[in-house]
């Protein structure tokens, strides 16, 4: 069963840059067969999907986030990555990585990692 | 974007119940339709893709349906592990959206 962990920083500050890694342990990002996605969830609410990564670099995010995300995957480390710019306190929330199956008749997130809080404050 | 809401928002019921969420989406994503299950503290798990594919080794007793608009998730019998909120997400059109959820707890 293939396993993603994110790491990074629990803490920053408003305006700054939010920095997340996901390390993808027993299968490879290279595959054909998947998509690699970010989904965070505030709080005490729902969840948010914010984007997507191929292992080639392509990429599609949410546009509610008004283009304040990148994405990259580095298949020599097996993990892709999320920089989230100029974040405020509503950017406050777990943030999960997780494998996007997407088949002709599938696109589904079926594997997560454990999620990881990252608290936006001064 | 596409609005998911899940009702009703919280359910309690009794074990070995029958157990029915509903999620209605603002316009038609055909069955491209998915529910996932989260339990408190942990990262969502798949349980159903497509309206109705049950994801391998989830239990038979999960089951969903509908299309269109309309779409429901089924406990046949409610067991003590199936608590937890329960969540339907669209992927029709982008962005993705997720329903509010439905907290399921033990009567």
């Known amino acids: 069963q293939p396993q993603l962990q994110e790491s990074g920083p629990g803490l920053v500050k408003p305006s700054q840059t939010l920095s997340l890694t996901c390390t993808v342990s027993?299968?490879?990002?290279?595959?054909?067969?998947?998509?690699w996605g970010w989904i965070r969830q505030p709080p005490g609410k729902g969840l948010e999907w914010i984007g997507s990564i191929y292992y080639s670099g392509s990429t599609y995010d949410n546009p509610s986030l008004k283009s304040r995300v990148t994405m990259s995957a580095d298949t020599s480390k097996n993990e892709f990555s999320l920089k989230m710019r100029s974040v405020t306190a509503a950017d406050t929330a777990v943030y999960y990585c997780a494998r996007q199956r997407l088949q002709k008749r599938e696109n589904v997130f079926d594997i997560w990692g454990q999620g990881t809080m990252v608290t936006v404050s001064s | 974007d596409i609005q998911m809401t899940q009702s009703p928002s919280s359910l309690s019921a009794s074990v070995g119940d029958r157990v029915t969420i509903t999620c209605q989406a603002s316009?038609?994503?055909?069955?491209?339709l998915n529910w996932y299950q989260q339990k408190p503290g942990k990262a969502p798990k798949l349980l159903i893709y497509?309206?109705?594919n049950l994801e391998t080794g989830v239990p038979s007793r999960f089951s969903g349906g509908g299309s269109a608009t309309e779409f429901t998730f089924t406990i046949s019998s409610l067991q003590p592990e199936d608590i937890a909120i329960y969540y339907c997400q669209q992927y029709h059109d982008l962005p993705y959206t997720f329903g509010q959820g439905t907290k399921l707890d033990i009567k």
């Open positions: 497509d309206a109705y």
């Open positions: 316009q038609d994503i055909s069955n491209h």
């Open positions: 027993g299968d490879s990002i290279s595959s054909r067969s998947y998509y």
